[in-house]
């Protein structure tokens, strides 16, 4: 089960127009604007975790980064029951996902 989504800043800039979508099912989180340092996060009800594939787009100083997210790269611990998700963004243009334990 997943609750949260986070998206953490851990560049030297300003990161802008952060927006995560799913395509296959239309979830959208958007975080305008992330100081240095910064997170925005998105808590819901606990919901089942499908891992589908996840569109990342983002901006820093006017220019735009794309990252998808596949499936393959959002590995859940086993006996873990409820994660957080936080997508890890940084100023050479590079983002990952990393699963925390929320139970």
Known sequence: MINKIQVLNLSSHTLEAVRISVPSSGSRVNCD?????????NQFKPRVFRNNRAEVIWEIAGQRWHKTVEPDQIEIPNGWT?????LVLDASGGAYVRPVRAD
């Open 82 to 86: 409820l994660v957080s998700l936080e």
């Open 33 to 41: 604007q992330l100081a240095p340092g910064g997170f925005c996060a």
